[in-house]
């Protein structure tokens, strides 16, 4: 099937199953909230980020989109949103894709991980009305310019509100990265043993996911009060260090090199390694790449290492978020969050708001709530 039909596709199957969508682009039509704007954005260019924008750009405004990561691109979707007017910018790293956004002055901006806002600061560029942050990494990048005192925009942060980690984080991650699992090696999760490395919300979803699915999760995580919480939640805490032997590992912790190079040669032969977090440095693929002795890509995403010390480990999606580089798992909590970032712009407009960290107000999650509630 040709990439443009492939996504005409989904967008018609997302925009039947999910009129939340819809009533958004509905209600941004006729208020046209981005009129005489530019709207910068950076986003992992998936079909539901397709879905997202196409209602976003019945309001109004100029829209210039940056890929926040080449691995989660899909080709399809840049033809798309060109088709309907949308500056798109896949870039071949990931500094490249945002610079172009950075030049086209944004006045309002959805990010994923800061990379625009970082890259914006940078250039001594604001968005005058601001800036809306979805990812947990990308609120400490922001907190770390705030630090600095460089936060003059506001940032809201819906990370942090009552819905994301609850929803999207936990469940939506959760489902997804098993099911790209499953799709990527074909194997079954029941009685396979998993480590989990971070059991922050993802990787209490992770480890939630696997456990319902049969598998025997060991978590690790350098803070013990998670790893308490962990036991509580019927898996086997385990101290970072300890020696076990996994089949499966999977990182969820925001950490660059939570699974080091020296970690991986420990790992029984043939574990697999996934990423959940946001970055693509969790587990050292890089170190793994230039010391292995062998490589072979023995699919589609899926490539066997042999590690310098001799045991072989097989990394899925190169060590990106793999649900995202499979687009894989239901779209629901994906797209209601991606409500919450629509109606965090508007909310933006309609009256200046304070530099630095914004909280998201209760009411813009019940507003949300209500969009995705049937009744
Ligand atoms: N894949 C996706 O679609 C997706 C969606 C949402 C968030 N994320 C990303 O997933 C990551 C985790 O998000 P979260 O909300 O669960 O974060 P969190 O901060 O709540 O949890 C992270 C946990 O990892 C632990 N940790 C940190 N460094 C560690 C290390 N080196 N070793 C062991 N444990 C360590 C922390 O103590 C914490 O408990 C972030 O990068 C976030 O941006 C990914």
């Known amino acids: 099937m040709p990439s443009a039909s492939r996504v005409q596709y989904e967008l018609a199957r997302i925009q039947t199953f999910f009129p939340a969508l819809t009533a958004l682009g509905n209600s941004l039509a006729a208020e046209r909230p981005f009129d005489g704007l530019t709207v910068g954005l950076n986003m992992h260019l998936t079909t539901l980020t397709a879905t997202l924008v196409r209602e976003l750009v019945l309001g109004g405004g100029r829209f210039v989109?940056?890929?926040?990561?080449?691995?989660?691109?899909?080709?399809?979707?840049?033809?798309?949103?060109?088709?309907?007017?949308?500056?798109?910018?896949?870039?071949?790293?990931r500094s490249d894709a945002q610079t172009p956004v950075v030049a086209a002055s944004p006045d309002l901006v959805g990010d994923v991980g800061f990379a625009l806002g970082d890259a914006m600061i940078a250039a001594g560029i604001r968005p005058r009305h601001g800036l809306v942050e979805i990812t947990g990494t990308g609120v400490a990048r922001m907190r770390a310019q705030a630090a600095h005192g460089a936060l003059d925009f506001p940032v809201l942060n819906i990370n942090d509100g009552r819905l994301k980690k609850a929803i999207e984080n936990r469940h939506g991650v959760g489902e997804g990265?098993?099911?790209?699992?499953?799709?990527?090696?074909?194997?079954?999760?029941?009685?396979?043993?998993?480590?989990?490395?971070?059991?922050?919300?993802?990787?209490?979803?992770?480890?939630?996911?696997?456990?319902?699915?049969?598998?025997?999760?060991?978590?690790?995580?350098?803070?013990?009060?998670?790893?308490?919480?962990?036991?509580?939640?019927?898996?086997?805490?385990?101290?970072?260090?300890?020696?076990?032997?996994?089949?499966?590992?999977?990182?969820?912790?925001?950490?660059?090199?939570?699974?080091?190079?020296?970690?991986?040669?420990?790992?029984?032969?043939?574990?697999?390694?996934?990423?959940?977090?946001?970055?693509?440095?969790?587990?050292?693929?890089?170190?793994?790449?230039?010391?292995?002795?062998?490589?072979?890509?023995?699919?589609?995403?899926?490539?066997?290492?042999?590690?310098?010390?001799?045991g072989h480990v097989v990394v899925l999606g190169g060590g990106s978020p793999l649900n995202i580089v499979m687009n894989a798992g239901s779209n629901e909590p994906v797209l209601l969050h991606f409500t919450l970032l629509a109606l965090g712009m508007r909310w933006l407009l309609a009256e200046p708001r304070p530099n630095g960290e914004v909280r998201l107000p209760p009411s813009l999650e019940q507003d949300v709530a209500r969009l995705w509630l049937p009744t």
């Open 65 to 93: 989109v940056a890929a926040a990561n080449p691995a989660t691109t899909d080709g399809g979707v840049v033809e798309y949103l060109r088709d309907i007017g949308v500056e798109v910018h896949p870039g071949t790293g």
């Open 177 to 310: 990265l098993w099911s790209a699992f499953t799709t990527l090696t074909g194997q079954h999760l029941a009685g396979r043993r998993v480590r989990v490395i971070g059991y922050g919300r993802v990787g209490a979803g992770v480890a939630g996911y696997a456990k319902s699915g049969g598998a025997v999760v060991e978590v690790v995580d350098r803070d013990p009060v998670r790893r308490l919480i962990a036991r509580f939640d019927g898996h086997v805490p385990v101290a970072p260090d300890a020696a076990t032997n996994p089949q499966v590992v999977v990182t969820a912790s925001g950490a660059r090199n939570a699974l080091s190079l020296a970690d991986i040669g420990r790992l029984p032969e043939d574990t697999v390694l996934i990423n959940a977090g946001h970055n693509a440095d969790e587990i050292d693929v890089t170190g793994l790449a230039d010391e292995a002795t062998e490589v072979d890509h023995i699919g589609p995403r899926v490539v066997r290492y042999r590690h310098p010390k001799g």
